[in-house]
């Protein structure tokens, strides 16, 4: 059930990756995850992933909506939106229905929206860029 704010009313139960947990190998839950800590590869959700200030993840993440604050290397497919805070940063390609980068946030990669994630179909309506997002050149 969504709010008239378009966020989640489900009481969903989060995974905590705390920080100085490491990781490595395929989480997947139905459920929310923060990663505080380390993950060395991709992380699989229904819902939400959010990577926190002091988290990393090497490897791919998909999810419902993915807000990133600390580092991922790897591509991240968001069937909603992604989010890149002002201390997060992305090194790699990302396929997103909303993409909200705040300032300071780096994000370096290829950027594809307007297509469904999983759909090989390209239905024309996708934007491709590369370039330095923080500095406003695609």
Do not use: H, P, W
């Not at 989060?14 to 997947?28: L, P």
């Amino acid at each position: 059930m969504k709010s008239i704010y378009g966020e989640s009313t489900k009481s969903e139960e989060t995974t905590i990756i705390s920080s100085g947990v490491k990781i490595e190998g395929t989480v997947t839950t139905n459920g929310n995850i923060r990663v505080d800590g380390e993950i060395k590869g991709d992380i699989i959700s229904e819902n939400n992933i959010t990577v926190g200030e002091s988290g990393s993840v090497n490897g791919k993440i998909n999810a419902s909506v993915i807000s990133i604050g600390g580092t991922v290397t790897g591509s991240l497919e968001a069937k909603e939106k992604l989010t890149l805070t002002s201390r997060g940063k992305i090194n790699g390609d990302i396929i997103v229905k909303a993409f909200v980068i705040e300032d300071g946030g780096l994000f370096n990669g290829n950027c594809r929206m307007g297509i469904a994630v999983g759909s090989t179909k390209d239905t024309g309506e996708s934007k491709q860029g590369t370039g330095t997002i923080n500095n406003y050149k695609l």
